[in-house]
């Protein structure tokens, strides 16, 4: 059973900075991609930024030069640094892991995390 647990949302002014962490369980598999997703209220699900087992990332246009995420393989974890926050990144984060199942490749979530910018 494989469990995503997310930390680090909380409240904070326009222009400052939050750290994320996931931290992924109950898996003997590796992992390939490990991500960051949002939801906003009325809005769909979008994809903040991924990363692969070896490290290459992709990040959504609009986070570009402010976001960065990055990995320790060794404890499971994916981090998502977020500098200049503006108040149009307010969301639920949702911490996303990519893990085989069967013969394809499953997307496990977390149960998100709240990241509130005031302006």
């Known amino acids: 059973q494989v469990r995503l647990v997310e930390s680090g949302g909380g409240l904070v002014q326009a222009g400052g900075s939050l750290r994320l962490s996931c931290v992924a369980s109950?898996?003997?598999?590796?992992?390939?991609?490990m991500g960051w997703y949002r939801q906003a209220p009325g809005k769909q699900r979008e994809l903040v930024a991924t990363?692969?087992?070896?490290?290459?990332?992709n990040y959504a246009d609009s986070v570009k030069g402010r976001f960065t995420i990055s990995r320790d393989n060794a404890k499971n974890t994916v981090y998502l640094q977020m500098n200049s926050l503006k108040p149009e990144d307010t969301a639920v984060h949702y911490c996303?892991?990519?893990?085989?199942?069967?013969?394809?490749?499953?997307?496990?979530w977390g149960r998100g995390t709240q990241v509130t910018v005031s302006s």
């Open positions: 990363i692969m087992n070896g490290g290459s990332t």
């Open positions: 996303s892991a990519d893990l085989p199942r069967w013969s394809l490749t499953y997307t496990y």
């Open positions: 109950g898996t003997s598999s590796s992992i390939n991609a």
